[in-house]
Structures are given as structure tokens and as C-alpha cells.
């Protein structure tokens, strides 16, 4: 019924950038709140960032100034721009949205499939 494709992941040298894309689509009649969660080797998947339908974003401290999540709503679109990387950044991202279905009476959790990206010299 929903899809969340996920795009962007790759690996990058410390200091480096990488931008990661999730686009939303199927029977949706409307997305809540749009985010990042990310799972290194061995340890739990944490939330990077998120972001509403106005826009009031949230971050993890350990990507404060150096990540900037944004969407856009009329494409049912996150973005996260990732500046600075380090290698403690390596994980899975993974996409999450809070989407209504069509005929729907409330937000279900959807996950994209996640995207790997790894940051190393």
C-alpha cells in the first residue's frame, strides 16, 4: 500500500557530505512526521532527526550543526543532508514516516529499507 524508497547512501571520507533521499508513495492521504533512524553493528536503532508536516525539526546531539533534515510536502519528500561526517556515523539509515491511508482513521509507521552509508578514510 506504501512505499518508502530510500536513496543516497555510499561511503564517504571523514569530513565529507552525503545527502540521503526518502520519497513516499501509494494510497496516502496524508504524512505526520517525516525522520532518520540509524543502526550501527551491534547496537540499537536510534533517531537521527525528524521533521513535521510544519516543518519543527528535531535532532539527535550527536548530529546537531552537522545534519539538516528537510522535506518537501507536495512530493511526500525527507531529505537529510549530512555535512561533517565522521566515522562514528556509520550505520543503516533508515526512513520513517507517520502516514494516514486513504479511508484511513489514523497515523501507521511505515520504514523504508534502509540505505548504507559508511563513513572511513
Known amino acids: 500500500q506504501v512505499q518508502l524508497v530510500e536513496s543516497g547512501g555510499g561511503s564517504v571520507q571523514p569530513g565529507g557530505s552525503l545527502r540521503l533521499s526518502c520519497a513516499a508513495s501509494?494510497?496516502?492521504?496524508?504524512?505526520?512526521?517525516m525522520g532518520w533512524y540509524r543502526q550501527a553493528p551491534g547496537k540499537e536503532r536510534e533517531l537521527v532527526a525528524d521533521i513535521t508536516s510544519s516543518r519543527s525539526a528535531n535532532y539527535a546531539d550527536s548530529v546537531k550543526g552537522r545534519f539538516t533534515i528537510s522535506r518537501d510536502n507536495a512530493r511526500d519528500t525527507v531529505y537529510l543532508q549530512m555535512n561533517s561526517l565522521k566515522p562514528e556515523d556509520t550505520a543503516v539509515y533508515y526512513c520513517?514516516?507517520?502516514?494516514?491511508?486513504?479511508?484511513?482513521?489514523?497515523?501507521?509507521?511505515?520504514w523504508g529499507q534502509g540505505t548504507q552509508v559508511t563513513v572511513s578514510s
Open positions: 520513517n514516516a507517520e502516514i494516514m491511508l486513504y479511508m484511513g482513521t489514523h497515523y501507521l509507521p511505515f
Open positions: 501509494g494510497s496516502i492521504s496524508s504524512i505526520h512526521a
